[in-house]
């Protein structure tokens, strides 16, 4: 049985405490997501898709609940340590690319390292060897308003691996895309999930694209409200009150 | 740890924007080279004036009369005045330590002529000490004399210069040479010939041709050109003989000549040395420097502010950048630092630049104050600060610090979830 990355128990997310206006995005979210797993993440918008993508990227810490990041809790852990987890364990995938402008794709590539410390040369070398492996290997000294939309995006995904992290976390990653680009994009996350046994949660709206990944969470105001997985049709999905207790507690691979 | 990327990516936003950072940085630039110039004209000046007064000789006492400070009258009668016999006594008393008393009595100018060749100069009536006082050096013949003065003899000593024009490769000892002032004609018999000094920027010649040189005539010869002959002098100067004490000579100095002022209600003899004027002008030099530092250090702070403005606008700018930082795994420290050097950057460059600033105009600066002094009086000499100089390039790192900590700690606190979602 693979590792659980992510262990999250009735993760509760509000804002506004304790004012009239306090507002419940999250209601008590639990999810497990194992080692290996390509996952997808899918709800209209509103539905609370981007605070659980901050939460399960700690950017944001749950109000209630716990949640484990490769069996540590996130709870009571300090900014700096956060960063920390951010940096080593998550690997982010941003709809609008978000390269550092004014410098070059090696040197976004190569950000991540700089923070966890690695030498220059360290650093130099992995990155020219993730910018090939998406392609972009005759483009390192490019700056960012030097690509296209699919180039930027294919050197964001090679930053986001920069240091091994457990988990890629892609936010709609192909919403800014053509169709053509974002199927470029897709096959290199699966290229990664398939070669490389990378954690992969896709966080969108697009069934189509949902429909490709191995599991498939429904979101709606705040609740999972449906689980189905590869093979399943993509829009027939498992109600969750058939689940024991909590997202997919009981999934193997 | 990223200080070295941190630095490149500064570069890179500064060279994005040449133009602002250029505005930003002219604060600083003027600040910084406001306090260089006048720092650097400042012991550039002092430099000058220490050169100067140390060829006139350290050991030079000037003694005159100045106000005793209970009157409100100033005038000065013939009786006020220092006699002859008042100098021989203090002569013959302080003699052990006395090397020469020089007075001198400078009539304007004039032209010497010898045919249809001629010379500018200024007439200088002197006594034998005046070659001791003001280090005279006579390469040819003799100095004016003591017998010169006492029979007011019509002999004079010129310069090389002059010698040169009027008569060439002639031997000129002993030469008559005539000096044609405005209303006169004087002739003199050459006894000397002295070495022309031709330090700073040589007078008011407007060609080397009509540079005007001194001619040295006996003092009373002089004053019997002027047809005025005084019964005492308001100032001359004193030479202390090599390792005397020249402070306490002229304290005793005066001390001894003030016994003839006892009961004079208006006057009292002063002795100063040339080192006692030298601190003098060194002080008052420094209280300039001080109190036009503290302006331009308003405008450092100025210019400060600026490099802050632009820091928080840059900040604002960049708030998705933090925020892709911060999720990349950036601590709040890393992105601190990363604006502070950016502060320090433009602060620096801006240094830099204020410094080279303020040494060109330090340069011009001290050249014109000295050219307006002295008209080849004071000696030239540039002087490069190079501790205000250090002090400018740290001053400026910590503007940057300082100003650029407020903007850079607010990146750092940012929300990423905010700044990612930031437009």
Known sequence: ?253 | MYLLENIQLAFAGLKAGKMRAFLTMLGIIIGIGSVITIVSMGSSLKASFATTLAEMGMNNIEVGLQPSGTSTTYWMEDSDLITMEMIEDMQDRFADRLEAVSISNTIGSGQLKEGRKYANANIRGVTDGYKVSNSVTVINGRFITARDVQAAKNVAVISDFAAKKLFGNQNPLGLEVKLYQETAIHTFTVVGVYKHNMSGFGGQATSMDDLATDIYIPLTTSYYIEGWIPTGYSWFYVVAKPGADARLLADELASYLNRYYQNNPTWKVYAYTMEAYLDDINALLSGIALFIGAVAAISLVVGGIGVMNIMLVSVTERTREIGTRKALGARNSAIRIQFIVEAIIICLIGGVLGILLGIGLGAVGSSLVIRAMGEGVLKSTFDIPVTAILVAVGFSMAIGVFFGFYPANKAAKLDPIEALRYE
């Open chain 1, 1 to 253: 049985m693979a590792n659980k990355i992510i262990e999250m128990k009735n993760v509760v997310k509000k804002y506004y405490i304790g004012t009239p206006n306090e507002l419940t995005i999250l209601k008590g979210i639990s999810m497990d997501v194992y080692e290996g797993e390509f996952l997808s993440i899918v709800g209209a918008s509103g539905s609370g898709k981007s605070t659980l993508m901050n939460i399960i990227g700690v950017l944001d810490r749950p109000t209630e609940g716990t949640y484990l990041l490769s069996g540590e809790n996130v709870a009571g852990m300090s900014e700096n340590a956060l960063s920390d987890l951010r940096n080593r364990r998550i690997g982010f995938v941003f709809q609008t690319f978000n390269l550092i402008p004014r410098t070059t794709a090696l040197k976004n590539v190569e950000l991540p390292m700089l923070y966890a410390g690695y030498s220059r040369r360290e650093r130099t070398h992995r990155a020219m060897e993730l910018l090939e492996m998406v392609g972009m290997g005759d483009r390192v000294k490019h700056l960012p308003n030097e690509l296209s939309g699919g180039q930027k995006q294919r050197v964001a995904i090679a930053r986001a691996m920069a240091n091994n992290p457990d988990i890629l976390l892609a936010d709609e990653p192909t919403g800014a895309l053509d169709t053509q680009t974002g199927r470029m994009v897709m096959d290199i996350f699966h290229k990664l999930n398939r070669e490389q046994g990378k954690t992969i949660i896709l966080i969108t709206h697009n069934p189509e694209l949902a429909a490709e990944t191995h599991r498939i969470l429904t979101l709606r105001d705040g609740q999972f409200v449906g689980e189905s997985r590869s093979g399943d049709d993509a829009k027939e999905f498992m109600p969750l009150w058939e689940q024991e207790e909590g997202g997919c507690g009981t999934c193997t691979y």
